[in-house]
């Protein structure tokens, strides 16, 4: 349950729209529910802003179908990620709301008054590396960050990624995918002033190692300001950029 809807239950049981009986039924729950093969952590969301992520991968279609059922009867956003295309065909008809995203293999439901906050931009060096980009792209505009994409914009032809230099400037945050090399995120940062976080990706020929090479090109950067994620890991890149992004944001509101 989000802060909203706790502040929510409680005016109602002031009011006398909810009984406390009603109200503490509501809140057995937290902080986590235990379905036997998973404890759901639904008090997720009140320590970080975003309930709990359905990871796909690894689990049975009962599984994820039973996880979602208990993550979404509790309103908010949710998020499955490493969803293929069979699960995700049975998660969405679990609500009327829910899409897929089928290059990010995500599937999503959203507020329901997104609001998008700061400015995210997401750029890859090569096209192949636009499925990690894409789950990341997703996961920061579900979380509630105002997202942007430059795609193919690789140091093979750095001419594409220079004459559109101004929608680096503007970024709050840049997310930099790349595989082959990884040379990428290096070269954005050594040009802005914002957090860089580098995603590898498992594209390129034998001797990349399955991303491993680019990996150790982040990892090795001259570049101040760069962060590395592990090989593949969209989620975590967009996740970590919603999080800087939005940062200053809610420390205003707060103050």
Do not use: W
């Amino acid at each position: 349950m989000s802060p909203e809807g706790i502040e929510q239950l409680l005016n109602e049981v002031r009011d006398g729209q909810v009984t406390v009986a009603r109200a503490v039924q509501r809140l057995r729950t937290m902080p986590f529910e235990d379905l036997g093969f998973a404890a759901l952590d639904h008090h997720r969301s009140l320590r970080q802003g975003f309930p709990e992520v359905l990871l796909c991968e690894g689990k049975t279609t009962k599984q994820v179908l039973a996880i979602a059922r208990a993550l979404i009867k509790k309103g908010g956003p949710f998020l499955a990620t490493r969803a293929e295309p069979a699960v995700a065909k049975a998660l969405i008809k679990l609500d009327r709301r829910a899409r897929y995203h089928e290059a990010a293999r995500l599937v999503s439901i959203e507020a329901a008054r997104p609001r998008r906050a700061g400015h995210v931009l997401v750029l890859t060096a090569g096209t192949a590396d636009v499925p990690v980009a894409e789950e990341a792209r997703v996961t920061a505009e579900v979380m509630g960050s105002r997202v942007e994409t430059l795609y193919d914009v690789g140091v093979a032809g750095l001419h594409r990624l220079l004459g559109r230099k101004d929608r680096l400037f503007e970024a709050r945050v840049a997310i930099v995918v790349a595989g082959m090399d990884g040379v990428l995120p290096s070269v954005v940062g050594g040009l802005v002033e914002c957090p860089v976080v580098a995603v590898p990706t498992s594209r390129g020929y034998g001797a990349s190692f399955g991303g491993l090479a680019a990996l150790l090109t982040m990892l090795n950067s001259c570049a101040a300001g760069v962060g590395v994620m592990n090989i593949d890991n969209g989620f975590g890149a967009g996740c970590l950029a919603h999080r800087i992004n939005v940062l200053g944001t809610r420390t205003e509101a707060r103050g």
